[in-house]
């Protein structure tokens, strides 16, 4: 049993194109995450939500938008995709919000590359 | 609360011990995470410990914490080829409901 999946696993696309990624969780937590990382590994979050509520948008360009249809998917759609977003993004999910005892579970990620 | 900080690479022997060593910068970090992220793979938690704390261990990890200098440690003992991964600290702020991941630390364990 996955405990959080995402799709696809690799999306390569044009310059200009939006695309989306989804997210599930069968844990029945509460709080979901996109991460971000980059070539050099490096692990930036994004966005998190806490019962489909947004409660951290970080610095992220506004083509980004998160969509939290109900508490086990958080969707990422990406408008006008550029050369710089090709990265690796990961959800996760937990049971507490970030300022707690904060196990998070990721997913396998989605590589995307934009040409 | 953005500045965590770790060295990028170890490299150690297989049956070494590894200690691989992360800096923060904000005091009102709640709790302190350690992640490990094999290649191609999501991360998973390893072992975590709370601000009030000064050791934790767990099998052949010890979590070191010096809150005076906002140093954190994660010692492996026996270390496996096994090991051999990225390995994140995080931090949370109670808060303001934010959470941290160092830049990552990526361990190579030789034969």
């Known amino acids: 049993d996955t405990a959080v999946s995402q799709t696809p696993k690799y999306l390569v696309t044009q310059m200009g194109n939006d695309k989306s990624i989804k997210c599930e969780q069968n844990l029945g937590h509460d709080t979901m995450y996109w991460y971000k990382q980059d070539s050099k590994k490096f692990l930036k979050i994004m966005f998190s939500?806490?019962?489909?509520?947004?409660?951290i948008n970080e610095t992220v360009p506004n083509r980004f938008s998160p969509k939290s249809p109900d508490k086990a998917h958080l969707n990422l759609h990406i408008n006008s995709l550029e050369l710089g977003d090709s990265a690796v993004y990961f959800c996760?999910?937990?049971?507490?919000?970030?300022?707690?005892?904060?196990?998070?579970?990721f997913g396998p990620g989605t590589r995307l590359t934009v040409l | 609360g953005e500045d965590v900080e770790q060295s990028l690479f170890l490299s150690v022997r297989e049956g070494d011990s590894s200690v691989i060593n992360c800096t923060y910068t904000?005091?009102?970090?709640?709790?302190l995470y350690w992640y490990k992220q094999e290649p191609g793979a999501g991360l998973q938690l390893l072992t975590y410990i709370f601000s009030n704390m000064d050791m934790k261990q767990d099998q052949r990890l010890t979590v070191l914490l010096n809150k005076k200098d906002k140093h954190l440690s994660l010692r492996i003992a026996d270390t496996q080829t096994g090991d051999s991964a990225i390995y994140f600290c995080?931090?949370?702020?109670?808060?303001?409901?934010?959470?941290?991941f160092g830049s990552g630390t990526k361990l190579n364990v030789k034969p």
């Open positions: 996760a999910s937990s049971q507490e919000p970030p300022a707690g005892n904060n196990e998070q579970f």
């Open positions: 904000d005091s009102s970090s709640t709790y």
């Open positions: 995080a931090e949370s702020e109670y808060n303001f409901n934010k959470f941290y």
């Open positions: 939500y806490n019962n489909k509520e947004l409660i």
